[in-house]
């Protein structure tokens, strides 16, 4: 190996046992081409690295490797939410074993089996004056996805009390959820079919007249599920004013993790 070209700390002459390469790259260097291009390696500082990567001292890494903390869905994720950040400070309909907590992650909520049957439980803030779109991160987790709603989000009108939202479950559902109060379900219409993920986009939109909600698995493209005329709604017209997180345990414990939201 030769160590003749580059800048004087990469002036490292290797020992001639390439199988010990491991053992004899400094830390802070990589393994590399020359600069002058003659096939030859020499050592390059992690700070200087280009295209001429070979191996580093550990592990073979491709230049391509994208800085920490920049990839999935970094590019287009909040920050991590909490409850004061969100606005989702108020609690609706929390009970016994109930928990809502910020975490590492985000907003979580943990419903038990025993909260009871139809029954939702989660975080409502005022909704941002239209027009708007509420974009959240949900990470669920269930023990049955059969018997419950294991995420809901959506709208709640602040004078009559009712919420329409949509729901994830009931097997491979994709519903939309109108509740007269947070124990009192009265339609579930279905609005398309579940794929079951470890995470779901989920988008809220409301341009003043009509009020749209969406999903997405890459958090870029979203495909609207159901969209209503806030006129003759089941909130009516302006009844749209607060937003909604949370799930139904009436199946099964489970739990949701809120790890991004823009509105």
């Not at 609690?91 to 009871?116: E, K, Q, R, W, Y």
């Amino acid at each position: 190996m030769d160590g003749s070209s580059g800048d004087a700390m990469s002036q490292i002459t290797l020992p001639r046992k390439v199988r010990g390469i491991r053992d004899t790259i400094p830390a802070g260097y990589v393994l590399g081409r020359t600069s002058a291009g003659n096939g030859k390696t020499e050592l390059i500082p992690m700070a200087k690295l280009g295209s001429r990567l070979v191996a580093t001292g550990a592990v073979a890494t491709p230049t391509q490797v994208a800085a920490a903390g920049s990839g999935l869905f970094a590019p287009i994720l909040s920050a991590k939410p909490t409850k004061v950040s969100t606005g989702f400070t108020t609690v609706l309909n929390g009970g016994a074993g109930v928990t809502l907590t910020d975490t590492a992650m985000g907003i979580s909520i943990f419903a038990p089996s025993s909260f009871g049957g139809n029954a939702i439980v989660g975080l409502v803030k005022p909704a941002p004056t239209p027009p708007y779109t509420a974009t959240m991160l949900i990470l669920p987790s269930a023990t049955d996805l059969e018997g419950n709603w294991f995420f809901v989000a959506g709208w709640r009108n602040t004078t009559s009390l009712k919420l329409d939202t949509l729901g994830a479950g009931g097997g491979t559902n994709w519903d939309r959820l109108e509740w007269t109060n947070p124990a009192a379900l009265a339609a579930s219409p279905n609005v398309g079919n579940w794929r079951g993920s470890p995470h779901v986009w989920v988008q809220f939109k409301d341009d003043g007249t009509t009020a749209t909600m969406s999903i997405s698995y890459d958090g870029i493209n979203f495909f609207a599920l159901s969209t209503v005329t806030e006129a003759g709604s089941f909130l009516g017209t302006g009844g749209y004013n607060q937003l909604f997180i949370g799930l139904d345990a009436s199946g099964a414990s489970c739990a949701l993790t809120l790890a991004s939201y823009v509105d």
